[in-house]
């Protein structure tokens, strides 16, 4: 009879520790927090897509069972996708309009917004081509079309407005402006030679350098500085993960792969 109870007593110890062990994994499934089973999203400007594509191989081999999926496309885009309800790890923005109104509506981890990049505006023409040297070449009769960033979504369209703006150029390059919804088909339409100039920032410049010519730097005092921020979503599911992905975006080995496509890391 003795044994009997000991056997019995066996068996519903077993059966708590499996139920326990299998809550433990559906907890853990449900969260996405499984240190073997972490994917991050990240949406992330269109203009850090190359400087990216370098760095995930090398976040994922050091954090082993750790995968990244990107997000990519014109930050003002972006936003309005996380304003919805996109699942969202960690955004960067190419400017801090988008990450301001993220803020204020509440939707940032406490903490995890800082400035992580620098960029600057370009003034490009479809290689080869002469007839532009200067901006003001696009207020006449040298450039029948210029490529720009659609300025209600695009911050590099944003800032082309701005810098066009203040240099009495904008009134002439809107009959002629051709809209990108980000700022790869900016790019793209001058590397095609669809437009005779366009605004672009300078990483995305250096992509193609035979496709493409730098004219000039745009006057860094006609736009306000090209900050890109990042910050970590409040309704992130995988906290601890997001934030260890921003610490390595601020890394030395990071920072290396920014300034190699044309980044000033901050």
């Known amino acids: 009879m003795k044994s009997v109870k000991i ?17 433990s994994t559906q907890n853990n499934a449900q969260t996405g927090d499984s240190a ?10 269109a203009s850090l897509k190359n400087a990216m594509e370098e760095l995930t191989p090398m976040y994922e081999q050091a954090n082993k069972g750790q995968t990244l999926t990107f997000n990519y496309g014109g930050s003002g885009d972006l936003q309005k996708q996380i304003e919805n309800g996109a699942p969202t790890d ?3 923005s190419a400017a801090q309009k988008q990450m301001d109104a993220l803020e204020q509506e509440g939707l940032l981890a406490e903490g995890t917004r800082e400035d992580l990049l620098k960029n600057n505006l370009v003034l490009i023409v479809p290689r080869g081509k002469t007839e532009i040297a200067t901006i003001e070449d696009l207020g ?4 029948a079309q210029v490529a720009l960033g659609e300025p209600s979504a695009v911050p590099a369209g944003q800032y082309a407005e701005e810098a066009l703006t203040n240099l009495n150029l904008l009134d002439t390059v809107k009959e002629k402006a051709v809209y990108g919804k980000d700022v790869t088909q900016v ?4 590397e095609n030679g ?4 366009g605004l672009v920032y300078e990483t995305d410049a ?7 010519t730098i004219v000039s730097k745009v ?13 970590v979503l409040k309704d992130s599911t995988l906290q601890d993960a997001a934030k260890n992905f921003e610490s390595f975006l601020n890394s030395d080995e990071a920072k290396a792969v920014f300034e190699k496509y044309g980044f000033e890391p901050l």
């Open 7 to 23: 056997l019995i007593i066996t068996v519903l110890m077993g059966v708590l520790i499996i139920g326990f062990t299998a809550c």
């Open 36 to 45: 073997d089973n972490v994917n991050l999203t990240i949406s992330a400007a």
């Open 90 to 92: 960690v955004f960067i």
């Open 140 to 143: 006449t009769d040298k450039a």
């Open 187 to 190: 790019l793209t339409y001058v």
């Open 194 to 197: 669809e437009v005779d100039a």
């Open 206 to 212: 250096k992509s193609v350098p035979d496709k493409v």
């Open 219 to 231: 006057p860094e005092s006609s736009y306000k500085t090209v900050i890109y921020p990042m910050a």
